[in-house]
């Protein structure tokens, strides 16, 4: 079965470094998301990407965050100037839109991001 | 915030019937329930969708009040493996991009 799959899996970063975080969505889909879950707490929306423009964003989504798609299997968040507060699960999403319901998420597994 | 309220927590023996309530009293005409799930700390996982009527699928069934504004999952043979974390969501089910947008949900336990 398809799936979206995420690297790294754990990331430890310092403080004030750059980090980018890559998922590959499933093949035919089309709209791909970032969510994020900080310890003990709720999944957060960041983003939403289609057609190489941001769909909707979150006021979490601010100038620290990017993302890209740069060639046609990677879809990446970048994060340039890591804070304490960034440390999160950051979960990769997509779907599929021709013949499939738009809330359909599909999930990775997550990237865990560290940041000391 | 999410527009949907659900119990915190409820507890399921194997092999028993799981019924996981929701309610979203501000639901509008377009929108759909979801539901999904997160099993430890893995990515949430899709269970089911449903506008108006009852859903079944392979992992549960949606039952949906007729004036919707609430609904119940049902985990017809709760196992330990079920145990997670669910999210009753509701949103649009035309508008790709559009985010949804993931509550507390209620942390189910079953146990043998």
């Known amino acids: 079965e398809p799936e979206v799959t995420q690297t790294p899996s754990h990331q430890v970063t310092q403080m004030g470094q750059e980090v980018i975080l890559r998922c590959v969505p499933i093949s035919n889909h089309l709209y791909f998301y970032w969510y994020r879950q900080i310890l003990g707490q709720k999944v957060e929306f960041l983003v939403s990407?289609?057609?190489?423009?941001?769909?909707?964003k979150s006021e979490i989504f601010d100038d620290q965050f990017s993302v890209e798609r740069p060639d046609g299997s990677n879809f990446t968040l970048k994060i340039r100037s890591t804070k304490l507060e960034d440390s999160a699960m950051y979960f990769c999403?997509?779907?599929?839109?021709?013949?499939?319901?738009?809330?359909?998420?599909?999930f990775g597994e997550g990237s865990r991001l560290t940041v000391l | 915030d999410a527009k949907t309220t659900q119990p915190p927590s409820m507890d399921c023996a194997e092999g028993r019937a799981a019924n996981l309530p929701c309610n979203h009293s501000t639901i509008s005409g377009n929108e759909y329930v979801y539901w999904y799930r997160q099993i430890h700390s893995q990515g949430p996982q899709y269970i089911i969708h449903g506008l108006k009527n009852n859903e079944t699928n392979e992992m549960a069934s949606l039952i949906i009040t007729e004036d919707r504004k609430s609904s119940t999952l049902i985990l017809p043979h709760a196992t330990l493996r079920d145990t997670a974390v669910y999210y009753c969501?509701?949103?649009?089910?035309?508008?790709?991009?559009?985010?949804?947008?993931f509550g507390k949900g209620t942390t189910l336990s079953v146990s043998s």
């Open positions: 969501i509701v949103a649009p089910g035309n508008q790709a991009g559009t985010a949804l947008i």
């Open positions: 990407f289609y057609n190489n423009e941001i769909s909707e």
């Open positions: 999403a997509s779907i599929k839109i021709q013949g499939g319901n738009t809330g359909e998420l599909f």
